[in-house]
């Protein structure tokens, strides 16, 4: 029994030894498979290619067991290191808008109303850094890379950070280029969205990462196709993949531009043939898709790229089917990378104990919470999260508002920085509008603004702003939120314009139109003077309800008759706003609605004589568009009036210009009443998509019905007039532009060419 006990135990030693050792084998035999080094060139769009060729490889059973990449190989290499296939990859990126990553500027509904009418005045938003003391302080980038880094976790769906790259399924690296010594950067742990932006950051189009200390920007300028960093990390193959742009034919380079993008070219090309001198034809592979189709920024051929990316692969399977494996290899690969993406920490909502602020900016950290709406110990999407990243970012303060989500012990913490703008805190932005009738009337308008922002820890600006040319305003206001949800706040300040009016006369008054009987017309100038303190409850992102007190003085001097007026006065206000349109100038959607009713006391002088007066004025207007694919019909209505008996009125009402009773020029027609309704038509002709930047062209007419009169009781039917156009619109990056003609009923006429929104 003994005995017979000794042998089964002997047995069982025997077959667990053997067990055993067949274990070991098969381990070691695949720890000591060749490993497979992807190397990935920069090359923008055309990184495309790099998905052809991955598919090529999934295809064909060829593990990659390395990836490095540059650029826009450094994101497709982070893809695939995060494990994801090739079809998984080639989605996600092509429901990209790359282009939207070389734009920063909020949507306009994104942003709150009080900035959306700024920018709606100043459209050219240069936004040139100047302090208080005059120093001026350069934009670090003409784009800072909010967005894309937007994109980037889009597409991975933002990740953890890393304690290091080896950690993902397939091990990873990216490179930049520290800009101050102008080296290559390994970048190896932390955030994988924030080393492919640093890898991506093409300086003068993307503002270059913070990392560690270091300014980074692309790595294509140092080594773009990282062939050395993949060896260096164990790789015995290498699959290479070159993106390199030709260079230009002597006959080519007939501008600066061109000049510069062959230097560009030539460097990065360099770069690359070093990386080359690494590789061994009978150990690795080379491929160089057929790419001359296209260039970097062209992201609307990537489909193209994906399919020269698959040629190559295709074209020299031979080679690449030396690192081919079995298909039980291929599928224990497979699954262990699987394995391996499964622990990644990456879900599409969170858990959130604790948000911690890094808060790099002037305001309160109370204001930032409040604006953000997002709760701790509490479940929250990642969709919730980015929301929350743009609406802050829309109140057009910061530099760049970024995050990650991080185990810290038992906790999931969301850390996020807010960094408040470099070249702050004053900005100078410009406005320019030119406007001729071809005929007898030529004005322009040239204006800047200065604003100095957060004065006050509740995000409290001073804006000053003055515009030169046919008419003149001087304005400056102080503005003061009073609490941290932004609901109230308190403005108040001042404002001076000279203006130049159309008036008809007859011998003893004056009339609104050529129908009231005039003799004569005179131009009139306007001079103004106002201040203001109100109170704002921003009842809405796009809705405020004020409630102010205006006081006011004016002289008035109608040229042809030598006849001088002055005014004063003061008293209460109300102003109902809403505005959500899409566009100002070329809506498409949304609606704009602007009321106001005052009530003031006022004393006017003229021919030795005081009148006192109690003046209630009232002013309304509409902008309703409705879109229906390219055809667009926006409905405008408008009109006021006051009660005001002084000869010449201080709440005046005009009319004329393109779309505003077109045939008659602006400011053409003046009075103490007015009424006005159009409907405007627009086809959007021509999209012009530049990528970085969209200039549409729209062709359209109008028709139009209104007048103004200088009293009441002459308000009918028959004394309006009624106009149409015809134009050619261009929503330029210097504003808006318009071709047109206007003709009304009376006879007039008057053709148009407006550029910017100068007036």
């Not at 982070?78 to 808008?97: C, V």
């Not at 304690?163 to 690296?173: C, G, M, N, V």
């Not at 932006?197 to 773009?224: R, T």
């Amino acid at each position: 029994m003994s005995n017979h006990r000794f042998l089964s135990l002997a047995l069982i030693s025997f077959l667990v030894l053997l067990s055993d050792t067949a274990y070991a084998t098969e381990s070691t035999t695949t720890s000591q498979r060749p490993q497979i080094g992807l190397v990935l060139s920069g090359g923008g769009a055309k990184g495309a290619a790099h998905i052809g060729v991955l598919e090529v490889l999934e295809e064909h059973r060829i593990p990659v067991d390395i990836v490095t990449g540059t650029s826009m190989g450094a994101y497709v290499g982070g893809m695939a290191a995060l494990g994801l296939s090739a079809t998984e990859i080639k989605e996600r990126t092509f429901d990209i808008d790359w282009n939207q990553g070389y734009i920063d500027k909020s949507d306009r509904n994104e942003l709150l109303l009080r900035k959306k009418r700024n920018e709606d005045d100043y459209q050219l938003r240069a936004e040139v850094g100047i302090t208080p003391s005059g120093e001026y302080k350069p934009k670090p980038g003409a784009v800072l890379g909010q967005t894309m880094a937007a994109l980037l976790r889009q597409a991975t769906r933002h990740p953890a950070q890393f304690a290091s790259f080896d950690k993902l399924p397939i091990p990873y690296r990216a490179v930049a280029t520290d800009m101050e010594s102008v080296s290559p950067v390994i970048l190896a742990s932390g955030d994988l969205t924030q080393a492919m932006q640093a890898s991506m950051s093409v300086p003068g189009a993307l503002k270059g990462v913070e990392w560690e200390g270091k300014y980074l920007v692309d790595g294509g300028i140092v080594n773009n196709m990282p062939v050395d960093v993949a060896l260096e990390m164990g790789a015995d193959h290498i699959i290479a993949i070159d993106l390199r742009d030709p260079l230009y034919h002597t006959n080519e380079l007939k501008s600066v531009l061109a000049v510069v993008e062959q230097l560009t070219t030539y460097m990065t090309n360099s770069s690359s043939d070093k990386q080359v001198s690494y590789l061994q034809p009978e150990r690795d592979t080379y491929l160089q898709p057929e790419l001359s189709f296209m260039t970097a920024p062209d992201f609307d051929k990537m489909q193209q790229a994906y399919e020269a990316g698959r040629n190559v692969a295709l074209a020299q399977i031979e080679s690449l089917k030396r690192y081919q494996l079995t298909q039980q290899q291929y599928d224990s690969y497979k699954i262990q990378k699987a394995k391996k993406r499964t622990k990644l920490f990456i879900r599409d909502a969170y858990f959130i104990d604790k948000i911690q602020l890094d808060n790099r900016s002037q305001l309160n950290e109370s204001l930032i919470r409040e604006l953000l709406s997002l709760e701790e110990n509490k479940a929250i999407t990642t969709a919730e999260i980015e929301t929350a990243v743009k609406k802050l970012y829309a109140r057009n303060d910061f530099e760049k508002v970024t995050y990650t989500i991080d185990e810290e012990g038992d906790e999931t913490v969301l850390n996020m920085v807010i960094k408040e703008k470099s070249w702050g805190p004053g900005f100078l932005n410009f406005k320019f509008g030119l406007e001729d009738n071809f005929s007898n009337r030529s004005e322009y308008g040239i204006g800047a603004q200065y604003t100095l922002t957060n004065i006050t820890d509740l995000g409290g600006e001073w804006t000053t702003a003055f515009l030169a040319g046919s008419w003149k305003k001087l304005s400056t206001e102080l503005y003061f939120p009073v609490d941290v949800s932004q609901k109230w706040a308190i403005t108040t300040g001042a404002e001076l314009t000279q203006e130049v009016r159309q008036f008809y006369f007859s011998s003893d008054n004056i009339f609104n139109s050529p129908r009231g009987g005039a003799t004569f017309e005179s131009d009139v100038d306007y001079d103004q003077n106002k201040i203001h303190i109100g109170l704002d409850w921003n009842w809405h992102n796009s809705g405020a309800l004020t409630f102010g007190y205006l006081g006011l003085s004016g002289h008035y001097h109608a040229r042809s008759v030598n006849f001088e007026q002055d005014v004063y006065g003061h008293g209460p206000y109300a102003q109902f706003t809403f505005d959500n349109l899409d566009n100002f100038f070329f809506p498409s959607k949304g609606i704009s609605f602007d009321s106001q009713v005052g009530f003031t006391s006022n004393t006017t002088e003229y021919n030795n004589s005081s009148i006192n007066d109690d003046v209630l004025y009232y002013s309304a207007s509409l902008i309703k568009p409705i879109t229906f694919n390219r055809h667009t019909f926006t409905i405008k209505a408008s009109g006021g009036g006051s009660n005001s008996d002084e000869l010449l009125p201080t709440y005046l009402q005009d009319l004329g210009g393109l779309h505003n009773l077109s045939g008659f020029n602006r400011y053409e027609l003046n009075g103490r009443y007015s009424l006005f309704a159009a409907m405007i038509y627009r086809y959007r002709l021509l999209d012009n998509d530049f990528g970085l930047f969209s200039s549409p062209i729209y062709l359209g007419g109008s028709v139009e019905q209104g007048g103004v009169w200088d009293s009441g009781a002459d308000i009918n039917q028959s004394s309006t007039f009624t106009s149409g156009s015809i134009y050619l619109g261009v929503d330029s990056i210097i504003g808006p532009v318009f071709l047109g003609y206007g003709h009304s009923n009376e006879g007039n006429s008057s053709f148009y060419l407006s550029v910017g929104s100068g007036f």
